[in-house]
Nanobody, 119 residues
Framework: QVRFVESGGGLVQPGGSLRLSCAAS???????????MSWYRQAPGKERELVAT????????NYADSIKGRFTISRDNVKNTVYLQMNSLKPEDTAVYYC?????????WGQGTQVTVSS
């Protein structure tokens, strides 16, 4: 059973930093590099929104305008993990953050990790 598990969320003051991780496991036929990876977030009362994406081998990344220049997505295909480095955090970044994995054959979501930015 392929699984993607997020970690690294928590409470941070405005201007602070967090690094989220999404670790994959359970591959039998496919590999982590089969999946393009994305981070999404969902704030209370709002729709889930795309934050950042990275291609299978990390050659290309894309970011939402709201976080551009503050967040960085990266991946380590040896550790089967995708990261989201979040700097200069703002209260409006408060949300549950999810990783999403997409291959030619299937799509997976992680369970989410809560990020709260507050003084």
């Amino acid at each position: 059973q392929v699984r993607f598990v997020e970690s690294g969320g928590g409470l941070v003051q405005p201007g602070g930093s967090l690094r989220l991780s999404c670790a994959a496991s359970g591959f039998t036929v496919s590999t982590f590099s089969s999946y393009a990876m994305s981070w999404y977030r969902q704030a209370p009362g709002k729709e889930r929104e795309l934050v950042a994406t990275i291609t299978n081998f990390g050659g290309s990344t894309n970011y939402a305008d709201s976080i551009k220049g503050r967040f960085t997505i990266s991946r380590d295909n040896v550790k089967n993990t995708v990261y989201l480095q979040m700097n200069s955090l703002k209260p409006e970044d408060t949300a549950v953050y999810y990783c999403k994995a997409v291959s030619h054959w299937d799509t997976y979501w992680g369970q989410g990790t809560q990020v709260t930015v507050s003084s």
